[in-house]
């Protein structure tokens, strides 16, 4: 079945157990993530992780894990990330056979119409397929003020709005930056605070640009000398060690779903277009070229490194130009060497 706009969150936050197949396609994989999330929050259950290529090896074994029972009795479901074509004939017979024990989530990226697993998830009444994309004007809105509820954060649609504006309207770089503001201002769904925009001033997402975009760019394409210049002119006492931080972790995740995109088989130049008015003009070229360096393995290492990184500047008296410094050439060391 393919549920509307409007009940898709009913779909997920009280999943029929009829259900034994989901399906979430489109461009906009951090939302396709987010209701794959709630999905299973409202499933109560744990996340059992299969890849594509061994289940085309195997289509069998996709019923088997469906079917099986936990080893600790509590409820799971299984997790295919990203699910190409190799899965389609283990589809067909998950819907065709005997109700499994647990139902299977597929998070699927940009599918054409004429997808095989497409065509059997919308046209059977015990699977569902969802297509997310990127939400604009008053929908982006709703979409900030959605993802806020669940950090503790109240905000007003004026608010809501220059948060999707900065973050390019992506829900998985929303989500990041409201968790980082709900941790400044000591919000929780316990303790909703109002989130106004002194705090994202201090610490949003639309702080991190111009230069520090540049950092983090001329890291991830292996400019050493360049970089080297640019962080010896940062003050020495200053604070901009986090915007370049937050700079860098967007532009991973900007880099990181379209990277895997392109190892499933995507053309280069198909991922590129479909970045659209999300992408400055000016910003393609640079990006391309990170597309072809980095691989989705070291993309996921970085993000790590970054995260802790963040966790260390903001928690320890430590200096932020040298921890900054040292990580940033780091990063463009590894990416000389690709």
């Known amino acids: ?4 706009k409007q009940s898709i969150n009913r779909a997920v936050d009280q999943p029929n157990p009829e259900l034994r197949f989901y399906l979430f396609h489109g461009p906009d994989e951090a939302q396709s993530r987010a209701l794959a999330d709630r999905l299973l929050g409202a499933l109560g259950a744990t996340k059992f992780l299969m890849a594509a290529g061994a289940i085309g090896g195997d289509p069998a074994s ?21 699910a190409t074509k190799d899965i389609e004939e283990a589809v067909a017979a998950l819907l065709d056979g005997p109700a499994p024990e647990n139902p299977v989530v ?17 046209a059977s009444s015990q699977a569902l397929a969802f297509a997310s994309y990127a939400p604009e004007g008053a ?15 109240k905000i007003s649609p004026a608010v809501a709005a220059r ?6 309207n992506d829900q998985a770089i929303v989500a990041q930056e409201l968790q980082k503001l709900a941790l400044y201002i000591g919000a929780s769904p316990q303790m909703p605070r109002e ?14 640009e111009g230069d520090f975009q540049r950092l983090a760019d001329l890291a991830l394409g292996g400019e050493m000398a360049e970089l080297a210049e640019e962080l010896a002119r940062l003050p020495a006492g200053g604070s901009e060690a986090i915007p370049v931080v937050r700079s860098l972790q967007r532009r991973l995740l900007m880099l990181a779903p ?3 995109r392109i190892e499933r088989g995507d053309r280069v130049d198909a991922v590129m277009t479909s970045f659209g008015k999300t992408l400055f003009w000016k910003d393609k070229s640079k990006v391309q070229r990170m597309l072809t360096k980095w691989s989705a393995d070291d993309l996921a290492t970085i993000a790590e490194r970054v995260g802790k990184l963040e966790r260390s500047l903001m928690f320890s008296p430590a200096p932020e130009r040298e921890g900054l410094g040292e990580e940033l050439l780091a990063i463009a060391r590894k990416a000389r060497s690709l």
């Open 1 to 4: 079945m393919k549920p509307s």
């Open 62 to 82: 996709l019923v088997d894990e469906a079917s099986a029972m936990s080893l600790f009795g509590g409820k799971r479901t299984v997790w295919i990330e990203p």
């Open 106 to 122: 597929a998070i699927g990226g940009p599918l054409p119409k004429s997808s095989a697993m497409l065509k059997l998830a919308e």
């Open 139 to 153: 929908d982006a809105e709703r979409m900030v003020i959605d993802v806020a509820r669940r950090f503790g954060l």
């Open 163 to 168: 948060l999707a504006d900065s973050s390019g």
């Open 195 to 208: 989130l106004d925009n002194a705090a994202i001033d201090d610490v949003g997402a639309d702080s991190a």
């Open 258 to 260: 379209a990277r895997a």
